[in-house]
């Protein structure tokens, strides 16, 4: 009970002195506790810069006799928000460094210097190392510096590289890797050397491959393919010397999954030629990396509309607006407010236009902030009647559910903190009118940074299910209840849905149909004991059990369907670090059987007097080296003389075999094509086909 009591007075100390505007400015709290979590960003939590690392280095080659940029691409990465006092890189002694290329300091604005030490150590050091407050904040940074490598000799050569904290919060404060530099001599390079990469059984799998031409001379380059499994490339590029040319290569994942590796040659037919591995696995599916969005935030919205994805606001990101469109990431206008929404509405205005209100947060802004898609423009409105802005409630936008112009309000704070209210509105963007349904029982203190979801199984026309979040006490609830919409009520808790797996806050909440089942779910956030969990959540009416494990490890942010399948939008990977990340998760659909033909081959067969028979087979599989009897093979002759002659036969058990002749006195060429593949419960898929025609002349 001691413990309990001395967290929520610390919660109420630290949210009364730290408000939103004074979190701009670096700050150190006196001591880190867990309870800032729950208010306005200041520099405190718990953690190390373990994760931090080089990601790359570029040029991929090192040009020797000449002057070029060498390129560290760093992240600095620390849960307890330590900045970075130094990165070093410790090039080989006969290397030539004509200047270092200055980074400008975004951290406690203490200086820094940048230069060459002894022992041709490049560097970028903060003043008066260490400092206890660096001069980069925590990020991604491009360290370069101008050089001159004078050959070839000891490549590859090992660089070791260090990355150095400012010592605040919690140990280890540095890490150190070594960077193995290739030389880049005379011939053909594919870059990378190895890829790897996974798709549902079915899909395909496409890799980015770069050619860089160091012939001496501009040539074509033949490509061939090594592997079981059916893989695309273009057959041929051409690049002018000292070019590179980019190309790609699509693998496709065949039903029966295991894995493969293709091996992709590249050869000009005079010395040179290259090589490069792309393994593929085939999935059952999980969370895959999406692009970053170009704004960092924490606390965002985020909202589906039109087949793209808004991701609105938050902290960090000074009211953006991010815009997905499943391939790039653009931004619309800006309402310049450093807000903590938390979740908003969509729906459309009195005029019918698609809009999203952010519905005030109680700390940074005391009004809705609306937000008109198509003419990206904002407006401010004022809160209607019987409603003020909460800190970390829950909305629920039955736009995208019913069409309905409603969106459900729940929870929150009235301000920022742990949640002090659990009532449910209905809110009514049209005519900005809202409408107290009544409370949340399941966690009487209240709830904010909870989950909430349209459940369709729920009373007759569905329910507003909320679940997990935290209370005025700073205790997290496990528990579930949701509120019947054509009854008007509240069913008693735990009782349509059952409890979260855990106690759960701070995550965000999606939903989708897979297999024809609508689904719910839940991911990312902190547990019972405010420590991040990397997991999730799902239900489809049965109870919920854990998801696919997400790839990051982030709280305090927000998620919607899109494309399909839920989407995890940013958040703060520790502290208040509000970041770009962003996932999808990806559930693979049942395998169809695929039949394709695998092989084809012709032979003519002299008869005599002037007369030829000409024999085809062509063989039928379902997975490399996997032949299937039984199916009916649909094909065309074409004769020398232009005549068509349509022919079927069916594949024979052990060799998956179907065999086709032709007989006649013609000369010239003879050509046999598939057009189509029968078999029961099983689906032909030409563009998995090794070859669909082939051809051979007579005599």
């Known amino acids: 009970m001691r413990k309990l009591v001395y967290l929520s007075i610390l919660l109420v100390l630290v949210l009364g002195t730290f408000t939103a505007a004074s979190a701009q400015a670096p700050q150190k709290p006196a001591q880190p506790d867990r309870s800032y979590m729950l208010g306005t960003a200041v520099r405190a939590g718990i953690g190390n810069i373990t994760g931090s690392t080089v990601n790359y280095v570029t040029p991929d080659f090192l040009p020797p006799g000449t002057a070029f940029d060498l390129c560290f691409n760093v992240t600095e990465t620390s849960g307890d928000a330590e900045y970075l006092d130094r990165f070093d890189a410790n090039l080989p002694d006969n290397w030539t460094v004509n200047y270092v290329i200055d980074v400008p300091g975004t951290g406690c604005g203490l200086g820094h210097t940048y230069g060459t030490e002894a022992g041709n150590v490049i560097n970028w050091t903060t003043n008066g190392m260490p400092s206890g407050c660096g001069d980069w904040y925590y990020g991604t940074y491009d360290f370069c510096a101008n050089v001159t490598v004078p050959d070839c000799g000891g490549s590859p050569w090992g660089i070791d590289w260090n990355i150095i904290g400012d010592t605040w919060g919690s140990p280890p404060h540095s890490v150190a890797g070594t960077y193995s530099g290739l030389c880049q001599e005379a011939g053909v390079y594919l870059t990378p050397a190895s890829q790897s990469g996974s798709a549902c059984e079915g899909d395909d799998v496409t890799y980015s491959i770069d050619l860089l031409n160091q012939t001496g001379a501009d040539s074509f380059f033949d490509i061939v393919v090594s592997a079981l499994w059916p893989t695309t490339c273009p057959a041929q590029v051409y690049a002018a010397n000292g070019a590179t040319v980019p190309f790609e290569c699509a693998v496709t994942v065949p039903c029966g999954g295991g894995t493969d590796t293709a091996t992709v040659t590249v050869d000009n037919d005079v010395l040179y030629s290259a090589s490069a591995t792309l393994t593929t696995n085939s999935s059952t599916g999980g969370w895959i990396n999406e692009p970053a969005s170009p704004v960092v935030t924490m606390d965002n919205a985020a909202v589906e509309y039109g087949g793209k994805l808004y991701v609105v606001g938050g902290y960090g990101a000074l009211g953006a607006v991010q815009i997905y469109d499943g391939t790039s990431w653009t931004q619309g206008a800006s309402n310049g407010l450093n807000g903590y929404e938390n979740d908003a509405c969509l729906g459309l205005d009195a005029a019918g236009n698609p809009v999203i209100d952010l519905m005030g947060d109680a700390s940074t802004y005391f009004n809705i902030e609306r937000y008109d898609i198509n003419a990206n423009t904002w407006s401010a409105l004022p809160y209607p009647a019987g409603y003020a802005g909460r800190w970390a409630p829950d909305i629920v936008s039955m736009m995208q559910h019913t069409g309905e112009n409603v969106c459900y309000i729940s929870g929150g704070a009235t301000v920022p903190g742990p949640g002090n209210t659990n009532a449910l509105y209905a809110y009514y963007p049209a005519t900005q009118t809202v409408v107290n349904l009544g409370n949340y029982t399941y966690s009487p203190a209240g709830i904010a940074f909870h989950f909430s979801w349209w459940v369709p199984w729920v009373g007759a026309m569905g329910g507003i299910c909320a679940g997990g979040g935290v209370d005025a006490n ?161 094909a065309e002759w074409t004769l020398p003389d232009a005549q068509v002659v349509p022919q079927s036969n069916i594949t024979r058990a052990g060799s998956g075999e179907a065999a086709f002749k032709v007989k006649g006195n013609q000369t010239g060429t003879f050509q046999l094509c598939v057009t189509d593949v029968v078999k029961a419960g099983w689906a032909y898929d030409p563009n998995q086909n090794v070859e669909t025609c082939d051809s051979i002349s007579v005599p």
């Open 474 to 634: 700073s205790l997290v609830s496990g528990g579930t209840q949701c509120y019947w919409i054509a009854e008007q009520g509240f069913n008693a808790p735990n009782v349509d849905l059952g409890p979260l797996p855990q106690p759960w806050w701070g995550g965000a909440d999606g939903w989708k149909v897979h297999n024809g089942e609508y689904q719910i779910w839940g991911y990312n956030g902190t547990d019972a004991g405010f420590a991040l969990l990397q997991q999730s959540f799902v239900s489809s009416g049965a109870g919920f059990g854990y998801g696919a494990v997400p790839i990051h490890a982030v709280y305090r942010m927000e998620g919607d369907n899109f494309d399909g399948s839920v989407w995890a939008a940013n958040g703060s990977t520790g502290g208040f670090t509000p970041s770009t990340v962003e996932e999808w998760l990806q559930q693979c659909e049942p395998c169809a059987n695929v039949l394709y033909v695998s092989d084809m081959h012709l032979r003519v067969v002299p008869r005599g007097f002037g007369k030829y028979a000409v024999r085809g087979q062509i063989e039928i599989s379902s997975a490399p080296e996997i032949v299937e009897p039984g199916a009916t093979v649909f």
